[in-house]
C-alpha cells in the first residue's frame, strides 16, 4: 500500500507550486491533494520526526534528504 503523506512528501520537494500552495495554507494544500485527516494532523502540527520516519522506511527518500523543515 502506497503511503500519500510520502507521495505529498515527494510532490512537495519536486513541485514549486505545490510548496507555494503549502507555505500558504499547509491544511487546505494537504486536503485538496487526498491526505487523511491523521496525515494532515501530522503537517499541521508541524510533527516533523513522525513525516521524516515515515519518508525514510518507504524508501523513497535517504536521510537529509527530504525538505521537511520547510516554513509553515
Known amino acids: ?3 500519500q503523506l510520502v507521495d505529498y512528501m515527494i510532490e ?6 505545490l510548496m507555494a ?11 485538496d491533494f487526498g491526505l ?10 508541524k510533527n516533523n520526526q513522525e513525516i521524516e520516519k ?4 518507504s524508501g523513497a527518500f535517504e536521510k537529509n534528504a ?4 520547510f516554513t509553515y
Open 1 to 3: 500500500m502506497k503511503d
Open 12 to 17: 512537495i520537494n519536486k513541485d514549486p507550486e
Open 21 to 31: 500552495k503549502h507555505k500558504v495554507d499547509a491544511k487546505k494544500a494537504a486536503e
Open 36 to 45: 487523511n485527516a491523521d496525515d494532515i494532523k501530522l503537517i499541521t502540527d
Open 54 to 57: 515515515r519518508c525514510l522506511k
Open 66 to 69: 527530504i525538505n521537511i523543515n
